[in-house]
C-alpha cells in the first residue's frame, strides 16, 4: 500500500461469515481482532508459536484454529485468505506480511503500522442491527475508544428492540402502501414516535406490537400514522 498523506478510508459493512481470515501473531492485539472476526462468524486462523490463554480457550472452543508456527513466506493460508492481520511485536515481521499480503492482492492491516495498512479497525458499538463504527483514522485509538464509551451512554439497549420493531414496521408498511412518495413520508414520521420512550418505560410488550400493527393496517396512510403519535405518547405516560 502507497503511503498517502492525507488517507482518506472508505468506511463499509462487511459480510465475513464463514471467510477465510487470517492473524500473524497471539498477544493482546491478535486477541482483540480475534474477538471481533469470531463475532462477526469469520473463519479464522492464527499463526503465532505463542497465544494467549484466551486464544487457546477460544481454539478449544473451535472459533479459531491456531497453527503454532512462525510466520514464513509461502503459507497456504494467506493465500486463501479474504482478511489478513499482521499483529505481531516484529516490525519486520508485519513488513514480510504485509509485502507478501499485497503481492497477493490481499487486503491486510498492520498493526503497527497504519499508513501502511489497507484497512484498519474501528471501534464499535453494537445494539442489535444498530451498528456504530468510531474510527480516527489511525490519528488516536484511545479517542475512537472514548467516543465509543460516550456513544454506549446515549444509544443504550432499547436500540436493540427499537430497530427490530422498525423493520417490521417497515415490511408492513411496504406491503400496504405503494406510493413511494408516500411511504418515505410515512417513514420520517414513524421517527416522531416515542417507541423508544415507550420500550425503556418497560411496558412495550409482544401485545403492544400486534395492536400498533393493526392500528398501521387499519390507516395506512400518511394521516393514519400522525394519528398514532398521541396514542403512543398516552400509553407511554
Ligand atoms: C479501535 C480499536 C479497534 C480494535 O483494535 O479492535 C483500535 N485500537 C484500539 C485500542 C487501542 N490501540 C492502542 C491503544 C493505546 C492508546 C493509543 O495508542 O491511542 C488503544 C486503547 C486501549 O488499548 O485502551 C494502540 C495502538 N493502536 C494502533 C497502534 C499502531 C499505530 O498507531 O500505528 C498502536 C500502538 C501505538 C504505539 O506504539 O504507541 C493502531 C490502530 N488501532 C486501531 C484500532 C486502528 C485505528 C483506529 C482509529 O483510530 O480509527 C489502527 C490504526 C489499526 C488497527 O489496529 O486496526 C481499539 C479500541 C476498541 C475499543 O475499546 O472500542
Ligand atoms: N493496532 C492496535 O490496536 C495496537 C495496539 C497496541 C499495540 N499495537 C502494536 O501491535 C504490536 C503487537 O502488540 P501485542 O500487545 O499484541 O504484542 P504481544 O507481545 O502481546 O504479542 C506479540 C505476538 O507476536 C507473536 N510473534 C512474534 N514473532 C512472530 C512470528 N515471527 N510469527 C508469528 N507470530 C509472532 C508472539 O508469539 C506474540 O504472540 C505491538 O508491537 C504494537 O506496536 C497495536
Not at 10 to 32: E, F, S
Not at 115 to 125: D, L, N, Y
Amino acid at each position: 500500500m502507497k503511503e498517502r498523506r492525507n488517507k482518506s478510508y472508505y468506511p463499509l459493512m462487511l459480510d465475513i461469515i464463514g471467510k477465510p481470515c487470517v492473524i500473524i501473531g497471539g498477544g493482546v492485539v491478535a486477541q482483540r481482532k480475534a474477538e471481533s472476526l469470531i463475532e462477526a462468524g469469520a473463519t479464522i486462523t492464527l499463526i503465532s508459536p505463542a497465544c494467549t490463554e484466551q486464544l487457546e480457550e477460544w481454539a478449544l472452543g473451535g472459533h479459531v484454529s491456531i497453527i503454532k508456527k512462525h510466520f514464513q513466506t509461502g503459507m497456504t493460508e494467506l493465500r486463501e485468505a479474504l482478511l489478513i492481520f499482521a499483529a505481531t511485536d516484529q516490525a519486520e515481521i508485519n513488513e514480510a506480511v504485509r509485502l507478501e499480503a499485497e503481492a497477493l492482492g490481499k487486503l491486510v492491516t498492520v498493526a503497527d503500522d497504519s499508513k501502511r495498512s489497507g484497512f484498519i479497525v474501528p471501534a464499535v458499538v453494537r445494539r442489535g442491527k444498530l451498528v456504530i463504527s468510531v474510527s480516527t483514522t489511525g490519528a488516536s485509538p484511545a479517542v475512537a475508544k472514548r467516543v465509543r464509551q460516550e456513544l454506549e451512554k446515549t444509544y443504550g439497549e432499547e436500540y436493540e428492540v427499537y430497530l427490530e420493531l422498525l423493520q417490521e414496521l417497515r415490511s408492513l408498511i411496504k406491503l400496504k402502501v405503494k406510493d413511494t412518495i408516500e411511504r418515505q413520508a410515512i417513514f420520517k414520521s414513524m421517527l416522531e414516535w416515542d417507541l423508544l420512550g415507550w420500550i425503556r418505560s418497560g411496558s412495550f410488550i409482544s401485545s403492544s406490537k400486534q395492536a400498533l400493527m393493526q392500528r398501521i393496517e387499519a390507516e395506512p396512510t400518511l394521516a393514519g400514522i400522525k394519528k398514532l403519535d398521541k396514542w403512543i405518547r398516552e400509553l407511554t405516560e
